[in-house]
């Protein structure tokens, strides 16, 4: 590499270690960096955190019987569940402990969810049993009839990925992780001092050690240090979301066959509504995320196969993702190494399940930081603690009436779909919350039946003021994706 671009005048900051991506992986990362006494920092291109991949998944924290044998990622999901549940509570956080059935359909399945079961408990997990049909009957009575067997999986749950990667912001921020959003990286150089200058554009960086955890984006950032052997394999998911109406059809994350083409799934949502999923189709661009209406009648099917009650006519939403495995592993393996050209670099690549392995990424980067001479030292003033705001719709009455009469903004029913107040979308728009989908993932205004129809031009007005900007300047999701155009309130 070249240093033909010079570290500009006034530039950002000078830190220790610089984090590249601030989806569930990245910001997990920051919040276990911010232990130590250390100048760190976050960036991402996005306006929030976890507005790429990490938004557009299942949401579910599996064990580790989908993981091969003596791979990285099935070390890494080990125990997974319980430090979810233990940083729900230190993060005041979305966790929902739901079981697993992972159905076999006919008696020439059985043998996959045996196979489930040795792997599972051949990484160290403990929870399986294979169950027959009258006890699949018991735990889910919409389940089909021609579910003969079941690998029944203990100890799990389901979280809301995208709260979950602002809550680890906020709290890796309270423990002195600069954070910066809306900053794309635009280059990477070497510097004096085996020093790195990140080209952003909002400045240049400064930084003894980088992690690169950019998603979809790592490829892009391993070029910028010259290791070209990194590249990606890209699959787009389509996902459907059913009303909270016809939520007690379904009680657990119940799974069927699985192919390159799909991943057969029904499952609850940690707010409550049922998700339906996933239909695969190959890509090459990052940036497609639409969804057609074959793939919403691929996932019914798909769903339908498992609990023929379900229907598509309850759907109140769907969405796509896109999946990146690599080239570098077998077995659909993590890619979590060294930079071959740059010291003190480390390439984050984690395909499925990277939500569940997360934690446990968190501690292996930083353990491999350490091991490569980084100083860590732990603060002893280290708040492991963030609080969140109160939700109304999950307060008993008492404690209501206390929140309007401590501030009448909880009083004003914003969202009536899920019961969002004014208070809770002023309170995320404080703490940084400016677009519509950031309000949206954090307090859930919008996401209810008519999916904004009734909220959406409300949350927009407290957007504008909490902002201090006009309404035509509010957007849906950053950039030029703007929602409000000509006169407002005429």
Same mark, same amino acid.
């Given at each position: ?19 590249? #991506?601030?989806? =569930? %992986? !990245?910001?997990?990362?920051? @919040? +276990? $960096? ?6 760190? &920092? ?84 403990? #929870?399986?049993? =294979? %169950? !027959?049909?009258?006890?699949? @009957? +018991? $735990? ?6 021609? &579910? ?343």
């Amino acid at each position: 590499m070249n240093n033909e671009i010079p570290v500009q005048e006034g530039y950002s900051g000078e830190y220790d270690i610089i984090v590249i #991506g601030a989806g =569930i %992986i !990245g910001s997990m990362i920051a @919040r +276990e $960096l911010s232990r130590f006494q250390i100048r760190g &920092a976050l960036i991402d291109k996005e306006p929030f955190p976890g507005f790429g991949v990490t938004k557009s998944g299942m949401a579910q924290i599996h064990s580790t019987d989908f993981c091969p044998p003596g791979t990285l990622k099935g070390k890494l999901c080990l125990d997974a569940p319980a430090k979810f549940k233990r940083l729900a509570g230190l993060l005041d956080v979305t966790y929902r402990e739901v079981d697993e059935l992972w159905l076999a359909l006919e008696s020439s399945q059985i043998a996959n969810i045996e196979a489930a079961k040795e792997r599972g408990e051949g990484h160290g997990a403990t #929870g399986y049993e =294979i %169950i !027959g049909a009258e006890r699949i @009957r +018991e $735990l889910e009575p919409h389940v089909t009839e021609k &579910a003969v067997s079941a690998l029944y999986i203990r100890g799990l749950g389901v979280i809301h990925p995208t709260e979950w990667s602002f809550a680890l912001t906020e709290n890796a921020a309270q423990n002195g992780i600069e954070t910066y959003f809306n900053t794309s990286v635009l280059n990477i150089q070497k510097a004096e001092n085996r020093q790195y200058v990140i080209q952003t554009s909002r400045g240049a960086f400064k930084t003894k050690s980088i992690v690169n955890a950019a998603g979809l984006f790592a490829d892009e950032i391993a070029w910028m240090v010259q290791d070209h052997h990194i590249r990606l394999t890209l699959r787009k998911g389509s996902v459907a979301i059913l009303d909270k109406s016809v939520s007690h059809l379904v009680r657990h994350m119940i799974f069927g066959t699985f192919s390159e083409t799909h991943s057969q799934n029904v499952a609850p949502t940690a707010h409550g509504n049922l998700i339906l999923g996933i239909h695969y189709t190959k890509t090459d661009n990052k940036g497609d995320t639409s969804v057609d209406r074959e793939g919403i009648e691929k996932i019914m099917k798909l769903a339908r196969e498992l609990v023929p009650a379900l229907s598509k006519r309850d759907i109140i939403t769907s969405f796509a993702g896109i999946m990146a495995g690599n080239t570098m592993t077998g077995n659909g393996d993590f890619y979590i190494a060294p930079s071959e050209h740059a010291p003190d670099l480390i390439h984050v690549i984690a395909g499925a399940p990277g939500l569940t392995a997360a934690p446990g990424i968190a501690e292996l980067v930083v353990k491999m930081l350490s091991d490569a001479g980084i100083e860590l030292e732990e603060k002893k003033a280290f708040q492991e603690k963030r609080k969140g705001w109160p939700l109304f719709s999950a307060a008993l009455l008492d404690k209501q009436k206390e929140m309007i009469a401590s501030n009448p903004k909880f009083g004003h029913i914003v969202c009536r779909c899920e019961q969002v107040t004014e208070g809770e979308v002023t309170e995320a728009i404080h703490r940084g919350a400016g677009t519509l989908d950031a309000v949206k993932h954090v307090t859930r205004a919008g996401m209810g039946r008519c999916q904004g129809g009734f909220c959406g031009s409300i949350v927009l007005g407290l957007l504008s003021r909490g902002l201090g900007i006009p309404p035509q300047e509010v957007t849906k999701k950053g950039g030029r994706s703007f929602i409000a155009e000509g006169a407002m309130g005429e």
